[in-house]
């Protein structure tokens, strides 16, 4: 049995992330912010996965404290962890001139703190047995500044870079470190934008994406992935 830990994992990426997992045989530990979610999804999941141990916790990733009692959970349900994908992020649109104060506070605590906390507690167990792969899912907007990206792009940027030096970090103890770069993939975040469903992707491609850079040999990487809509970024 693999075991594998995804955040912000009851819609979109994160869940379509988990459920390739747990088609793949993997045991899975999620968490989210919404209780009923979670407990509809670990319903859903035992019975369609039975042989797989399932945890399904409710945390605010940029809760320090909601942090640690999911990374100790893990811990000390699962025998290891092989895969890592820190996935759960917020979208607060904005100009960095005219941007509400705290924004930039309430995004960096989510999208950057929140996988740096859970990553450092679930390291050394990973670190002990030379292995393991950790995604973190940045966005094209890691890459490239846009109108109105704001502080969200800066709290992206920062995710790539936290990638690139985890990375570096790992590579003498045999853990692979891979960022995902997707562009407008089909997910609530886009609701209400009247932009076409025809025009993005669809959270399984990222999921299968991620799967393939992890079933390659434990000799090779794939640093980073960047998908877009076939017909470019919206």
Sequence with gaps: MQYAVITGATQGIGRAVAEKLLQEGFSV??????????????????????????????????SGEDVATFGARVLQAFPQVDILVNNAGIFLPGQLADEPDGNLEALMAVNVYGAYRLTRLLLPAMKARQGGHIFNMCSVASLQAYPHGGAYSITKYALLGFSDNLRLELMPHRIRVTAICPGATYTASWEGSGAPAVRMMQPEDIAAALWAAYALSPNANTDRIVLRPLEGDI
């Design 29 to 62: 530990a999620v968490c989210a912010r919404g209780e009923k979610e979670l407990a509809a999804l670990q319903s859903r999941w035992q019975q369609q996965y039975p042989s797989a141990a399932v945890i399904c916790h409710r945390a605010d990733m940029g």
